[in-house]
């Protein structure tokens, strides 16, 4: 056993809409869920040796952390987005801009196939991402989540109410809720069927990645060739929490 699977690592995923975590050692990963406390996050620091944290928004609550691991003399780490990783070239034009997320996806996904892919995360963005059959990462959509497209639509207009449901369907509504559910559906799995659309451009037999929190509100009106694989982000920081421990290893 090498030193990188004796960290106890702990992963931070802080989006825009909420902060969930994983802790990683001896090579598994156990799913922590979405941190609502102060007092969950203290217990859970007490049992790791490092942090690697991937921030996309909560920058207040993250530059806390980082204050909190430096008193506690725990190694923190951020994800930074790089031109060059476990293969996969980055095309974006300025790496800095691109949401760590995302390239996170990215690479957690080339870990699962040798194929060029596309992922579609529905989470508060709905963002997609296409790397090609030379494993360059092309670039890729971002689009208003599920959540998003409901609120703005009720923001801009008078007349236009409902609530978002656990479920949509494609049909054609005949009162405001029903209406508003197939448009925003048709909307979500629209983007999907043009990412699977694009994605013949990217190579030989593409792979077709699902993931994000409003995935299950359309899952039954797509396509059952997509692969719902849900912690993506995860698995790209267990491949990136790897190249650390082996630098300061
Ligand atoms: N347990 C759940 N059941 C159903 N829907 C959920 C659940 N948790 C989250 N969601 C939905 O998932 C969406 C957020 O998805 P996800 O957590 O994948 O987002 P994300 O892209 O990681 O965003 P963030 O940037 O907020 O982390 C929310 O809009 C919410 O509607
Ligand atoms: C697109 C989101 C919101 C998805 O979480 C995030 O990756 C982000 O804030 N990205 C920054 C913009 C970009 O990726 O080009
Ligand atoms: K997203």
């Known amino acids: ?27 598994a990963m156990t ?3 979405v941190i609502e406390s102060h007092c969950q996050l203290s217990s859970i620091l007490a049992q790791v040796d490092a942090i690697l944290i991937a921030s996309v928004g909560q920058r ?19 994800v930074e987005v790089k031109r060059s990783f476990l293969g ?3 095309l974006y034009e300025n790496i800095q801009q691109m949401g760590c997320d995302r390239w996170l996806a990215v690479i957690g996904a080339s870990t699962l196939t040798d194929s060029p892919f596309v992922i579609a995360d529905f989470g508060t963005a709905i963002n997609v991402e296409f790397v090609d059959q030379q494993r ?8 208003p989540g599920i959540q998003l497209l409901y609120s703005s639509l009720f923001k801009g207009t008078d007349k236009v109410k409902g609530q978002l449901g656990r479920s949509l369907d494609l049909k054609a509504g005949k009162n405001t ?3 508003v559910d197939g448009g925003c559906a048709a909307a979500a799995v629209g983007i999907l069927t043009m990412a699977i659309q694009q994605a013949e451009d990217l190579g030989d037999n593409p792979v077709i990645f699902v993931c ?3 995935f299950a509100r359309i899952e039954q009106l ?15 920081m267990q491949e990136y929490a790897a190249q650390i421990a082996l630098k300061c290893g």
Request: hydrophobic letters at 40%; aromatic letters at 10%; charged letters at 20%.
């Open 136 to 143: 360059n990462y092309i670039g890729g959509w971002i689009a």
């Open 88 to 90: 996969i070239e980055n």
């Open 60 to 78: 207040g609550w993250v530059n806390e952390l980082k204050e909190r691991c430096h008193t506690l003399s725990v190694p923190c780490f951020e």
């Open 212 to 214: 994000g929190g409003d």
């Open 222 to 236: 797509t396509n059952k060739r997509v692969r719902h694989e849900s912690a993506l982000v995860f698995l790209g």
């Open 31 to 33: 799913m922590l869920g």
């Open 177 to 179: 809720q029903k209406a």
């Open 1 to 27: 056993m090498s030193e990188v699977s004796r960290v106890n690592w702990l992963f931070i995923d802080a989006g825009n809409s909420c902060i969930k975590a994983a802790s990683y050692s001896a090579g």
